[in-house]
C-alpha cells in the first residue's frame, strides 16, 4: 500500500511538472499557439504603378465596364424543367396507395421526377423575343427566364429548329432592352468579343476573347457555318450572345470543343446573320426555311485549272432547281449571285440563306469555258438531307440508289483495330427508344458508342460526325472510320448528356 501511494504521488508530480512546463512554453511562445503580445505591422500605402502611367489601359477598362453594364440588362437565364417517369426499385407503401389521390395515380412502379435545366439567352425585340439555342429548350415541359434584375417570367417557344439549334423564345414584358444584331460578316480574326451567359448557374457571367476563326464548318446543317472564339464557353452558356465592341450580338453561342466537357479555349457560335435570317422565319412561318439547289459535289476533286477555288458538280437531281436551269455534271461552279464560291460548304450556306422563288445568277465553267445560267431556288423539301449533299466512296447517291462500287463493306463486328486505332470503338444503332432512355435532344442523328479504348470517349456518347461527314447507322459509321487516315487528327461531333459539342481525337 505505501509503494501504491508513492506511485500515486510521484505520477501527480510528473503531471504537475509537464503542465507547467507547458505553461511556461505557451506563454514565451516556446509552442505554436496564438500570441498575446500585439505585432507591429505596416501595409502599403500606395500602388507599385501610377494609373497616370497607364492611361490607356484605365480608359480600355472604363469602356469595358461600360459595354458590360449597357448589354447585361438585355441577357437572361433560361431554366428549364421536365417531368421523367422513374421506375421504382421498392414495393408501393400501402400508406400511398390508400391516401395517395386517385387522379394522381398512376403506375405504382414509377415516380415523377423533374429535371432541371440551365442555359442562356438574348432579348432581340421590343415585344420580348428571345433567341436561344434550340436544345436548352428540347422536349421540357416548363421553361422561366430569369432577368438581370432577378425577376423570372413563363416564356413560351414561338419557333424552334434542331438543325440550326435555335428557338425563338416569347415572354410578356413590356419595357425589355433588346440587343441589335450586328452584321457577323464584317467580323475579322482579332476581333475582341465577349461573350455572356449563365455557365454553371453562375447568371451574368462574362468572358472576354477574340474572333479565332470564321466559317467553320456546322456539323449538321448547312444553313450557316460558325464563328469560332477563345471567350470561355461552358456548359450553361448555349443560346447566350457573342458580343461586339459595339455592344451588337455578333453570334449565339452553341456548342465548344472539349475533352473534358469545360472550355478549353475553342468555342463555337451561330453568326448573327445567320440568325437574323432563322429568326424572321421562326416568326413569320414557324420554320426555318431553306433555300434548295439539288447539285451533289464531286468527291476530292483534282485541282482546277486555274485555281482550287469552286465547287464542281457530281450529279444534278431531277426535277431539281439545278436540273431546270440545266446544269451538267462536271460545271465548276465559281459564283452564287456575284458572290465568290471556295468550296461546297460555302456554297450551301449561300443556297439555304437565299431568297426563295426568285431567279440567282451562277457563273460557271463549262468545258474550260465561263459561262453563266439562271436557276430558281425552291425550299429545300422535307426529305432532302442536307448533311449528306457530299456523297463519298460507300454513300449512296439519291438519285442512283444503287451503292457505289469499290465500296469498302466493314461489319460491325469486324476487327479493324490492327490498321486502324479509331477501329476500337465499337457502336451501336441509335433507336427512338434508346434516345428517349439518353434523354437526348430532338434532331440528334448518329450511333451509340458501346465501347471505346479512347479517353475522349465515353459509354452512351452518341457520334454524328467525323470531319464533317454524318455516321447515322453502324455500317456507316464502320465505313467511314475504315476510310480514315489512323496517322491524321479527326473532329468528331457528339452529344452527351444533351450538350452537342466537338471533340479532337489524336493518333496514338
Do not use: W
Not at 436540273?323 to 464560291?341: C, E, M, S, T, Y
Not at 451503292?403 to 490498321?419: G, I, V, Y
Amino acid at each position: 500500500m505505501k509503494n501504491f501511494l508513492k506511485f500515486l504521488v510521484f505520477v501527480v508530480l510528473i503531471s504537475l511538472g509537464i503542465s507547467l512546463l507547458y505553461d511556461y512554453r505557451m506563454r514565451h511562445g516556446g509552442l505554436v499557439g496564438p500570441s498575446t503580445t500585439p505585432e507591429k505591422y505596416s501595409l502599403a500605402t500606395a500602388p507599385p504603378v501610377d494609373r497616370k502611367e497607364i492611361g490607356t489601359l484605365e480608359e480600355f477598362n472604363r469602356e469595358r465596364r461600360t459595354l458590360v453594364s449597357n448589354v447585361i440588362p438585355s441577357v437572361v437565364s433560361v431554366k428549364t424543367s421536365k417531368k421523367i417517369a422513374v421506375r421504382r426499385q421498392y414495393a408501393l407503401d400501402p400508406f400511398e396507395f390508400f391516401f395517395r389521390n386517385p387522379r394522381q395515380f398512376r403506375n405504382p412502379n414509377e415516380e415523377a421526377m423533374v429535371q432541371n435545366s440551365l442555359g442562356s439567352g438574348v432579348i432581340v425585340t421590343n415585344e420580348g423575343h428571345i433567341i436561344t439555342n434550340s436544345h436548352v429548350v428540347d422536349q421540357v415541359d416548363e421553361i422561366e427566364v430569369q432577368l438581370s434584375d432577378g425577376r423570372t417570367k413563363k416564356a413560351r417557344v414561338i419557333g424552334s429548329d434542331s438543325q440550326v439549334d435555335l428557338a425563338v423564345l416569347k415572354i410578356d414584358e413590356p419595357g425589355v432592352k433588346p440587343l441589335k444584331l450586328g452584321d457577323s460578316d464584317a467580323v475579322q480574326a482579332g476581333d475582341m468579343v465577349l461573350a455572356i451567359g449563365n455557365p454553371f448557374g453562375f447568371e451574368e457571367t462574362v468572358t472576354e476573347g477574340i474572333i479565332s476563326s470564321k466559317g467553320r464548318p456546322n456539323r449538321v446543317d448547312g444553313f450557316g457555318d460558325f464563328l469560332q472564339t477563345d471567350a470561355a464557353i461552358n456548359p450553361g452558356n448555349s443560346g447566350g450572345p457573342l458580343i461586339n465592341l459595339s455592344g451588337e450580338v455578333i453570334g449565339i453561342n452553341t456548342a465548344i470543343i472539349s475533352r473534358t466537357g469545360g472550355s478549353q479555349g475553342i468555342g463555337f457560335a451561330i453568326p448573327s446573320n445567320t440568325v437574323k435570317v432563322a429568326l424572321e422565319s421562326l416568326l413569320k412561318k414557324g420554320r426555318i426555311i431553306r433555300g434548295y439547289l439539288g447539285i451533289q459535289a464531286q468527291v476530292n476533286p483534282q485541282k482546277l485549272a486555274s485555281n482550287d477555288d469552286g465547287v464542281v458538280v457530281g450529279d444534278v437531281l431531277p426535277g431539281s432547281p439545278a436540273a431546270d436551269a440545266h446544269l451538267q455534271k462536271g460545271d465548276v461552279i465559281r459564283k452564287f449571285n456575284g458572290r465568290d464560291v471556295k468550296n461546297f460548304p460555302e456554297l450551301r450556306s449561300l443556297v439555304a440563306q437565299a431568297e426563295l422563288n426568285k431567279k440567282i445568277d451562277l457563273e460557271v465553267i463549262r468545258d474550260g469555258k465561263p459561262l453563266k445560267v439562271s436557276a430558281e431556288l425552291r425550299e429545300q423539301p422535307p426529305d432532302y438531307q442536307t448533311a449528306r449533299a457530299i456523297p463519298r466512296p460507300g454513300q449512296p447517291n439519291p438519285s442512283n440508289p444503287l451503292p457505289q462500287p469499290n465500296a469498302p463493306d466493314t461489319s460491325p463486328d469486324e476487327d479493324q483495330s490492327n490498321t486502324n486505332p479509331l477501329g476500337s470503338i465499337r457502336v451501336s444503332e441509335l433507336t427512338a427508344d434508346l434516345a428517349k432512355r439518353l434523354d437526348l435532344p430532338t434532331g440528334v442523328r448518329g450511333v451509340v458508342v458501346d465501347t471505346a479504348d479512347l479517353p475522349e470517349l465515353q459509354r452512351g456518347d452518341v457520334i454524328e460526325e467525323i470531319d464533317q461527314q454524318p455516321a447515322t447507322s453502324v455500317t456507316e459509321f464502320n465505313k467511314l472510320v475504315a476510310s480514315l487516315d489512323p496517322d491524321s487528327t479527326h473532329v468528331f461531333s457528339m452529344c452527351r448528356h444533351r450538350v452537342r459539342s466537338f471533340i479532337v481525337v489524336r493518333p496514338r
